[in-house]
């Protein structure tokens, strides 16, 4: 074995005695550095990249591990010429380069309106699109993040495909912003994100910023402690194609193919993707049948650009919402109850289908170097349902007198029914830009949700004939906003940043599934302003500080269920700081955070007078935390990064409502301060990359979840588990002569084996003077891996 290391060290270090470096810096032509660019060094007469990298924050780059030899470098930035330059490479070598404004438009100004730029007081993170693509093997969007600071992520099936959820510092996905190229995602009416319904997004993806808090104004759903802003506008000026294709545990497979125009006639380019994605998940019949398509066609001149995006997507999912029951976690963790039938057989298509479709139409245009203007006009359909296997139903309950058949009067039944939804979401966004000693940018837009819900009955056991239709009805949801935000130089390094929004709502929903006469008729007014400062303490290193408030409106469910009494809008107070930086070798950032929430909508188990349990306002809750995360480059081959997150989230007076059998009410029970639920003391991951040989990568993640509380009772009989989970992904790139390249991925997930749940729920009653308490969960699989071949040509 000493043999075998002390060859291993021989061999590593006359690799490295031999290969030198190539770093530098690249700006514009006002000397601001460029960050984001993409750097490609090719050897001479070649053209496929041997080496690339991005430049950081500060324009700063660095090549490790090249021998000596004859290339080409290119360096490419969005709205910037193409940069190429032959380089004869001896020794290590520094380069200053400097981009040029590109004569074509094509910044994608939507997505600059409604992203924090580099010098704003908030919490972000920008990823781009290669770095999703490294772990890119068909997972949903939710757990290609799942590294990033404060993330912690779900999945229904098991396997990260299917049905996901993300949460930022304990917030749920209706309370975090998503829009794709400025528009909004989020669903109009339960404000939530289904990243089942346009699945391989990330194929598509850009680049994605990530803002921790309210973060600054956007469109849509009101940021309630978190935004995603994706953006799949990426200028192509040469021709592509890609082939993916992965497979690996549970029977699942993902194949992707891109391609891309290049620039046609010096003004015109498209681009598209196709993508499949199957798996069996790891729950019992959990299976996934996810299909995507993207289109692109784009117009670029000197001063104007017009794009037009289809992005669709389609599902098929076996349900497995319901959990695992507490005491079959040891004996059978993959149980599934959902569909089950009188004769223990599982109803075959218990499954949920829907189809979603976004049109983007992009106008574009630059007035002078410090004016732009944009405007997009989108429609977003939705149409599905969910199917499902149902016993013992009550006539009662589907509108229906109980039959007599013979002497016999029936009060129940067996059925099939499908349960619809039919919608149609559409508006425009705007922004003009404006660059300066003052930079401002006012925006806005205003949409429209037209939904229809409606129940069919298929089969049933007794006397309800075909189709028969059990309830229909109706919503309409109006969201408009116009903002206006700035930051100004005070000094050279102090600037301050100031936004205010006006946000207004109206939604009309005409009956319920359950309730079809309840009528509900809301209208709301928000402003919602947001200041700080940004003190750049030197060229390498800031310091920010800002204070922003955030409202945001009760959703369908808290309508229907708080029928005595309206559910009033939460408020959010936000206070963000940061420290960040950036040197050689070496990345930082350390924030702190207080996020005081007046009226948050929580679950207490109070019900209704018809037996629905309600999200009842609490009126004062709070997080509160620090972020830390860091990357350090030991060696041209061995990286390390590595964020943690500790925070307190509590509710100042809770009071929890019990379903009280023996009394037939409900018992309330004070708690005084309690933990929020599914909001963990201490999240944090870790990455080491090593490469060990050129071409080779090598990245060992782990991912650490504290304890989570599945209600808001602090009970820790009613929690999930701590858990850290291990993966390991290899990536390996080949250079062949008659194509761009190859690349080869493999990973191993949860590699020690880790048995964990990352979701549940839970429901107490008192029954025989006794509290009862049922838990149920969602079990994670067990290790199991993936493997795939990315062909660009």
């Known amino acids: 074995m000493k043999q075998i290391c002390s060859l291993l060290f021989l061999l590593l270090a006359t690799q490295a005695y031999a290969q030198i470096s190539l770093s530098g810096e690249i700006s514009d032509t006002a000397q601001h550095p460029v960050p984001g660019a993409t750097i490609r060094l090719l050897q001479a007469g070649r053209h496929q990249a041997i080496k690339g990298t991005l430049s950081h924050a500060d324009g700063r780059f660095q090549i490790d591990a090249l021998p000596p030899g004859d290339y080409t470098l290119i360096v490419t930035?969005?709205?910037?010429?193409?940069?190429?330059?032959?380089?004869?490479?001896?020794?290590?070598?520094?380069?200053h380069i400097q981009l040029h404004p590109a004569n074509l438009l094509i910044?994608?100004?939507?997505?600059?309106?409604?992203?924090?730029?580099?010098?704003?007081?908030?919490?972000?993170?920008?990823?781009?699109?290669?770095?999703?693509?490294?772990?890119?093997?068909?997972?949903?969007?939710?757990?290609?993040?799942?590294?990033?600071?404060?993330?912690?992520t779900t999945s229904d099936a098991g396997t990260g495909i299917g049905y996901t959820g993300i949460h930022i510092r304990g917030t749920d996905a209706s309370r975090i912003n998503v829009t794709i190229n400025g528009i909004p995602v989020n669903d109009a009416e339960d404000q939530g994100v289904y990243w089942v319904d346009i699945p391989d997004l990330a194929s598509s993806a850009s680049s994605i910023q990530i803002q921790r808090g309210v973060g600054s104004s956007t469109n849509g759903a009101g940021a309630f402690g978190a935004t995603l802003n994706i953006s799949t506008h990426e200028y192509h000026p040469d021709p592509y194609a890609s082939w993916e294709s992965s497979a690996g545990s549970f029977n699942t497979w993902k194949n992707t193919v891109k391609v891309g125009s290049g620039l046609l006639n010096h003004h015109f380019t498209v681009d598209a993707r196709l993508s499949k994605i199957s798996s069996d998940g790891y729950i019992d019949r959990a299976f996934a049948d996810l299909k995507s398509f993207y289109l692109s066609g784009a117009y670029y001149a000197d001063k104007?650009?017009?794009?037009f995006n289809i992005i669709s997507g389609k599902e098929r999912t076996y349900q497995a919402w319901n959990g695992v029951p507490q005491d079959s976690l040891a004996t059978h963790r993959t149980y599934n109850g959902l569909g089950l039938m009188p004769d223990g057989n599982y109803y075959s298509n218990q499954t949920d289908n829907y189809q979603q479709d976004y049109y983007q139409l992009f106008f574009n245009h630059a007035i002078n170097h410090q004016l732009n203007y944009s405007l997009a006009l989108f429609l977003t359909n939705g149409k599905g349902y969910y199917e499902e296997y149902k016993m013992n139903q009550a006539y009662a309950d589907y509108g229906l007198p109980n039959p007599v058949i013979g002497t016999d009067t029936l009060q129940t039944t067996d059925l099939i029914r499908d349960l619809w939804l039919d919608n149609h979401f559409y508006g425009f966004i705007f922004s003009v830009n404006h660059s300066g000693r003052l930079n401002w940018t006012l925006g806005g837009g205003a949409d429209q949700y037209d939904g229809k819900h409606f129940g069919n009955v298929q089969w049933a056991q007794y006397a309800i004939p075909k189709d028969y239709q059990y309830y229909y009805n109706v919503a309409h949801k109006k969201d408009a906003n116009v903002f206006w935000k700035a930051d100004r130089s005070i000094t050279d390094k102090l600037s301050a940043y100031l936004d205010v929004q006006y946000r207004y709502v109206q939604y009309d929903i005409n009956g319920f599934d359950d309730n079809p006469t309840l009528i509900q008729h809301n209208t709301y007014h928000f402003v919602n302003p947001k200041l700080g400062i940004n003190w750049q303490l030197n060229p390498h290193s800031r310091f920010y500080l800002s204070y922003t408030v955030a409202h945001k409106e009760p959703n369908r469910d808290d309508y229907e269920a708080n029928q005595a009494e309206t559910p009033r809008p939460e408020v959010l107070y936000d206070w963000e700081a940061g420290y960040?930086?950036?040197?050689?070798?070496?990345?930082?950032?350390?924030?702190?955070?207080?996020?005081?929430?007046?009226d948050q909508l929580v679950l207490t188990g109070k019900i209704n007078d018809v037996g629905a349990y309600t999200r009842t306002n609490v009126p004062s809750s709070y997080r509160a935390g620090i972020e830390l995360a860091g990357r350090y480059a030991f060696t041209h081959w061995l990286h390390f990064q590595a964020n943690v997150t500790y925070s307190q989230n509590k509710i100042r007076h809770f009071t929890e409502y019990i379903d009280d059998y023996d009394q037939g009410n409900q018992k309330a029970i004070d708690h005084g301060t309690t933990d929020i639920a599914f909001s963990p003391d201490w999240i944090g991951a870790v990455v080491l990359q090593i490469r060990p040989v050129n071409n080779l990568e090598i990245d060992w993640t782990a991912k650490y979840t504290g304890l989570q509380y599945l209600d808001n009772?602090?009970?820790?009989?009613?929690?999930?588990?701590?858990?850290?989970?291990?993966?390991?992904?290899?990536?390996?790139?080949?250079?062949p002569a008659w194509i761009q390249d190859i690349q080869l991925k493999f990973m191993i997930e949860n590699l020690f084996n880790k048995k964990y749940e990352n979701n549940g729920y839970t429901y107490s009653y008192i029954e025989n003077g006794t509290l009862h308490t049922e838990n149920y969960y969602f079990p994670q699989a067990g290790i199991h891996v993936l493997g795939g071949i990315q062909v660009n040509f």
């Open 580 to 598: 960040e930086g950036q040197q050689a070798k070496f990345q930082w950032h350390a924030g702190l955070y207080y996020m005081n929430y007046h």
């Open 713 to 735: 009772t602090s009970n820790p009989n009613r929690a999930l588990s701590p858990f850290t989970v291990h993966n390991l992904i290899f990536n390996y790139q080949l250079h």
């Open 107 to 152: 910044t994608p100004l939507e997505v600059v309106a409604t992203r924090a730029a580099s010098n704003a007081p908030f919490t972000k993170d920008n990823i781009p699109g290669k770095t999703l693509n490294q772990y890119n093997l068909g997972e949903d969007m939710p757990y290609l993040l799942s590294l990033q600071p404060s993330v912690t």
């Open 77 to 95: 930035s969005v709205g910037y010429d193409t940069y190429r330059q032959a380089l004869k490479l001896r020794e290590s070598t520094q380069l």
């Open 304 to 307: 104007t650009s017009i794009l």
